[in-house]
């Protein structure tokens, strides 16, 4: 069995111009809301000229105070599921849009590694939720292989195509 090709600098920069191309053409605005990547979708996004057209905002929320603090995530859910669930994420999501002007966020939390895996939620495992404002949001876990900066990378070029994907619905 193949594994998947590591998506490189190149695909990330693609999946962002045809996102960018969907949203401009739609008169959409997004905002990010990310914990494992550390604020890599918003760079990898406002890296294409003339994103602050349809750019809001990127938030990096990695502590529980962080994402309860910037999102409105509930202390009660962090504490019940933890960072890294459906209930988080979707939450999360929701106080992306709620904290910015944008029409569409995404949010992502996860255990990239090398460390912070338990059985139940190993390293790779990846909640990325999705929601456009007035909607009802999406959440979806991933299980990512290889070493903390290839889980970063598949959550981004994850995170990204159901952006794209919610362009299209």
């Keep these: 069995m193949d594994t998947p090709a590591l998506p490189s600098d190149a695909d990330l920069r693609q999946q962002a111009r045809h996102l960018a191309e969907a949203l401009i053409a739609q008169r959409q605005v997004v905002s990010t809301a990310e914990s494992c ?3 890599w979708i918003a760079k990898t996004l406002t890296d294409i000229a003339g994103s ?7 938030m990096v929320a990695y502590s529980y105070e962080a994402k309860q603090a910037m999102l409105g995530v509930r202390p009660q859910t962090l504490e019940r599921e933890g960072a890294v669930s459906r209930e988080t994420v979707i939450e999360m999501v929701s106080g992306a849009l709620a904290n910015s002007a944008a029409s569409l966020a995404v949010a992502v939390t996860g255990i990239a590694g090398p460390g912070g895996g338990t059985p139940d939620k190993p390293v790779g495992t990846v909640w990325i939720g999705w929601k456009r404002r007035g909607g009802y949001p999406k959440a979806e876990v991933f299980h990512f292989t290889g070493d903390r ?8 070029a994850a995170a990204l195509r159901g952006l794209l994907a919610m362009t299209t619905d």
């Design 149 to 156: 900066e290839a889980v970063r990378r598949q959550t981004i």
């Design 37 to 39: 990547t550390g604020g």
């Design 52 to 58: 602050s057209a349809w750019f809001d905002c990127g």
